[in-house]
T-cell receptor, first 115, second 115 residues
């Protein structure tokens, strides 16, 4: 149980393109989903917390107009990187959490490369 | 402020031997949770083990055990009978108690298991 699917796994696109990444909890209802960014050989940096039906809470320094998050249902959250530029190239990974004492379960991540 | 520290950037262990990965934390909250995740080179984050601050016994999950020393604020991961497939990055994380279940991650330890 507790499977989280993230799609796509890899994206290569031109500068200025908007990219949407989906995160789905397949076998549980995720009350909260999280979006992280990870630079090479570094730890995970939390970008935002997403609750179903409400606006995402962004961490300090994360541009909410640049990284649009939508949590339309208890099983789906999306991250859209708008007008992506080479500096947005990174590994983006989502996680989903159900009940209070359950751990966050992670998707497989999306490797984004902006040319 | 909450903080997680992993002082070992890299560790080596021979196959079938046990290895301990260090993690110390700092928090003023009496209620918190500690997690260990494994990240293989493919990128996904795999949940390994959880320890609650009020748990009386050390958590165990198969070959993984958590050496929880509350007074020292340490939560070391012990992997017994190491396997080649255990080679990966290992992250310690702490859940902040009184907010949206955010996790704070340490910088990680790269474990390499050799034959």
């Amino acid at each position: 149980g507790a499977v989280v699917s993230q799609h796509p796994s890899r994206v290569i696109c031109k500068s200025g393109t908007s990219v949407k990444i989906e995160c789905r909890s397949l076998d549980f209802q995720a009350t909260t989903m999280f979006w992280y960014r990870q630079f090479p050989k570094q730890s995970l940096m939390l970008m935002a917390t997403s609750n179903e039906g409400s606006k995402a809470t962004y961490e300090q320094g994360v541009e909410k107009d640049k990284f649009l998050i939508n949590h339309a249902s208890l099983t789906l959250s999306t991250l859209t990187v708008t007008s992506a530029h080479p500096e947005d190239s990174s590994f983006y990974i989502c996680s989903a959490k159900g009940e209070r004492d359950q751990p966050q379960h992670f998707g497989d991540g999306t490797r984004l490369s902006i040319l | 402020a909450q903080k997680i520290t992993q002082t070992q950037p890299g560790m080596f262990v021979q196959e079938k031997e046990a290895v301990t990965l260090d993690c110390t934390y700092d928090t003023s909250d009496p209620s918190y949770g500690l997690f260990w995740y494994k990240q293989p080179s493919s990128g996904e984050m795999i949940f390994l083990i959880y320890q609650g601050s009020y748990d009386q016994q050390n958590a165990t999950e198969g070959r993984y055990s958590l050496n929880f020393q509350k007074a020292r604020k340490s939560a070391n991961l012990v992997i017994s009978a190491s396997q080649l497939g255990d080679s990966a990055m290992y992250f310690c994380a702490m859940r902040e108690a009184y907010n949206t279940d955010k996790l704070i991650f340490g910088t990680g330890t790269r474990l390499q298991v050799f034959p």
